[in-house]
């Protein structure tokens, strides 16, 4: 069984430009999850994709947006980027329907902005 | 609003000593808690959970309980390693049964000296 795997693992943008972050899903799952851990602190739920859709967002401006695939792949796309977007984003995928849904999580993207 | 509450850190502690991270909470209804470990380099794992009140997660020598009369949820272990050094995230979901939009604690920090 395959864990959820990230791409790429480490990225450097420049104030402005866009940034497009991979997620492949654990075998099985169909719920992918995004969150931001700046340094020193806990990561924060971005948004979540359901089955394509978009199935929850959080406190999170609309230059963060998001896709997912057939295959519950999915994409974080950043836009005009800024220097707080520096962070280490993680993606995790879990199994919805019904009962609980553990989250698992990738290793991550650090993304760091000049 | 739901939110979780952990002690700073770092804590450093001597091989074979007794653990206390203290996590407490906020939230409406009846959330799930969650203790995560990140190690050096690696994504977030789920160490325990717990998802009603009373219940004792345990995995790994960890432990924890659910205490909704104090909402809280402390992380223990009576013996640590050198092995257990890594950064710690209490963590809730709002909805019962279900671990999505899982809210974050700004994560503790753990050094155990040989």
């Known amino acids: 069984e395959t864990g959820v795997t990230q791409s790429p693992t480490h990225l450097i943008k420049t104030r402005g430009q866009q940034v497009t972050l991979r997620c492949s899903s654990q075998s099985g799952h169909n719920t992918v999850s995004w969150y931001q851990q700046a340094l020193g602190q806990g990561p924060q739920f971005i948004f979540q994709y359901y089955r394509e859709e978009e199935n929850g967002r959080g406190n999170f401006p609309p230059r963060f947006s998001g896709l997912q695939f057939p295959n519950y792949s999915s994409e974080l796309n950043v836009n005009a980027l800024e220097l707080d977007d520096s962070a280490l984003y993680l993606c995790?995928?879990?199994?919805?329907?019904?009962?609980?849904?553990?989250?698992?999580f990738g290793p991550g993207t650090r993304l760091t902005v000049l | 609003g739901n939110s979780v509450t952990q002690m700073e850190g770092p804590v450093t502690l001597s091989e074979e000593a007794f653990l206390t991270i203290n996590c407490t909470y906020t939230a409406t209804g009846y959330p799930s808690l969650f203790w995560y470990v990140q190690y050096p380099g690696e994504g977030l794992q789920l160490l325990l959970k717990?998802?009603?009140?009373?219940d004792k997660g345990s995995n790994k020598g960890f432990e924890a309980t659910y205490r909704k009369e104090t909402t809280s949820f402390h992380l223990e272990k009576g013996s640590v390693q050198v092995s257990d050094s890594a950064v710690y995230f209490c963590a809730l979901s709002p909805s019962m049964n279900r671990d999505d939009k899982i809210i974050f604690g700004k994560g503790t920090r753990l050094h155990i000296l040989p």
């Open positions: 995790a995928s879990s199994s919805a329907g019904g009962g609980y849904n553990e989250q698992f």
């Open positions: 717990a998802t009603k009140a009373d």
